[in-house]
């Protein structure tokens, strides 16, 4: 629609920028900020420019008019390989309703991690170009409809996010870094295992009449696609296909992180340094449910309704774990941390509800949590810069010393919360209307409703620890905002409050899309 590869370029510009950083020398490292923030921010404008040229109609769920800006061609193509005949692999891109908010939010979330880590001193080279690096790998994940590409952007995060981690993290920074590591290894090799079930399991009519094993994921979707002697046949259903589902559901899981593979998560945030966090918190976890979304769903509609119940028990867990065990926390960045393993709860919560309003609040609630969160801990990160420490008993009566500050954490505490007019409040609406209208699940989402009482409790028990009553004489010198960080808070509060008073600006997008999932799973055999 654009007449240029748009996808290609939103995706590699990264890694263009990546090797530029390679080629410079060290002694540079302004040029080299400047150059990550003028990527980034270019990533931004193309993400803009895909949203006004976007077709909010276009609506499908295994065709390939049902995606937009797609890119397709023969990417690697082997015949006559003994009896696994042609192996053929797309390079194959597109977006659609479930993509589209996922690569705004990464496009905006990058940038604003850029200016982040302007701060970083340690390394800038490498820091830098690990960063861009895994800039690509989040943004290929989400605009990628070939299974195998798909997977190699997924695994392409794992090394830049292992090294951000453990050379530029805290104390605790290499154990962090390898929990990390072993946790998404453990959860990838799931994936790659169904993966290749799949492939064997499904074939692909090419223009000369022939048929091909193919990873294609729209082809993945289509029953007819699927031989009745294969392996994970649609047209076979056995225990094999409930055995890849959850092995397959799993490996998202951890990415979520849905309980119990939360555990890797506490760790890695308090150990990153802020924009990783940043990063881990708005764009990672994310990853986990919208694979739930674009590759179970779809692919095992007749296991996803059989197990909708158990994908709401588990919401409902993190839901009030999470909030319960944020609000035993004294570590200002491990209760954000914990928020973030509570409020995934309602994106699992929705997806269960297998309902268009639901569904719809899920993804809706995915873009909120990463502007919201993303928000939260560069709070903590400001709070730390200036007083290097992170215990919540520390201080108290910073609203006096850093009022500006204080309005910004308001904004992001209220929005955590789901304040009418603030955009968390729109999502997580939708999430318990979706999910309350299913007879199946109203018991657990009642019982899910007991974390916007504890969300509450834990973040205005924060507000009031850090920033009223008597101001802490140690912190009578503490600064508030500079410029960098105003260029920080200001744009994600413009979404969160704008999305809070006009959500359709967001679920317009993904409507049609979540219409023809839902109306898929709902209605396949």
Excluded: C
């Excluded at 895909?50 to 990417?75: C, D, H, M, P, V």
């Excluded at 555990?263 to 945030?269: C, E, G």
């Excluded at 010198?477 to 359709?504: C, H, N, Q, W």
């Amino acid at each position: 629609m654009i007449g240029f590869p748009i996808l290609s370029l939103i995706t590699f510009l990264p890694v263009l920028g990546m090797f530029l950083i390679l080629f410079m020398k060290k002694e540079q490292p302004k040029s080299i900020k400047y150059l990550t923030l003028g990527i980034t921010a270019f990533q931004v404008i193309l993400a803009v420019i895909l949203l006004a040229n976007y077709n909010y109609s276009a609506a499908g769920i295994y065709e390939e008019k049902s995606f937009q800006f797609i890119e397709k061609f023969r990417w690697i193509n082997i015949s006559g390989i003994s009896w696994l005949g042609t192996v053929k692999v797309d390079y194959f891109l597109g977006i659609d309703g479930l993509s589209m908010p996922m690569v705004l939010l990464t496009a905006l979330i990058s940038f604003i991690a850029a200016i982040s880590s302007w701060t970083i001193e340690k390394s800038v080279k490498g820091y830098f170009a690990l960063f861009l690096l895994l800039d690509t790998g989040m943004m290929g994940v989400f605009v990628s409809l070939d299974f195998f590409l798909f997977y190699i952007f997924w695994e392409l995060m794992l090394l830049p996010m292992y090294f951000l981690i453990g050379i530029w993290g805290g104390p605790r920074k290499e154990y962090a870094a390898i929990k990390f590591f072993i946790y998404t290894l453990f959860g990838s090799v799931f994936i790659l295992l169904v993966m290749i079930g799949l492939y064997f399991s499904a074939t692909e009519l090419m223009a000369d009449g022939s048929k091909v094993h193919t990873f294609s994921l729209i082809a993945l979707m289509n029953p007819a696609n699927y031989s009745a002697d294969g392996i994970l046949s649609a047209l076979n259903p056995s225990n094999l296909r409930l055995i890849a589902y959850i092995a397959l559901f799993a490996g998202f899981a951890i990415k979520i992180p849905m309980f119990p593979f939360h555990t890797w998560l506490p760790d890695a945030h308090v150990e990153a340094p802020t924009p990783i966090s940043v990063i881990l918190a708005g764009v990672l976890l994310k990853m986990g449910t919208y694979g739930i979304l674009r590759v179970s769903y779809p692919i095992f509609p007749d296991i996803t309704r059989q197990l909708m119940w158990y994908i709401a028990l588990f919401g409902m867990i993190n839901i009030v774990y999470g909030a319960l065990v944020a609000l035993a926390q004294k570590d200002f960045k491990k209760l954000i941390a914990y928020s973030s393993v509570s409020h995934m709860g309602y994106v699992l919560l929705g997806m269960a509800s297998l309902t268009t309003i639901g569904v719809n609040g899920a993804i809706f609630q995915m873009f909120n949590h990463g502007t919201i969160t993303a928000m939260l801990f560069l709070i903590v990160g400001v709070v730390y810069d200036r007083a290097h420490t992170r215990g919540l008993n520390d201080f108290g009566g910073l609203a006096t010393q850093m009022p500006v500050y204080t309005g910004f954490v308001t904004v992001a505490f209220f929005a955590a919360i789901g304040l009418p007019s603030m955009s968390g409040f729109v999502s997580e609406a939708l999430v318990f209307i979706g999910a309350f209208g299913v007879s199946a699940i109203r018991v657990l989402t009642l019982i899910s409703t007991l974390g916007i009482l504890l969300g509450a409790g834990y973040m205005l028990w924060t507000l009031q620890r850090i920033f009223f009553g008597p101001l802490n004489e140690k912190w009578s010198s503490l600064k508030d905002l500079d410029k960098r960080e105003y260029a920080m808070f200001i744009p994600l509060t413009i979404i969160i409050i704008f999305l809070g008073v006009y959500p359709s600006g967001m679920l317009d997008i993904m409507n049609s899309s979540v219409n023809s999932l839902v109306n898929f799973v709902t209605n396949a055999l």
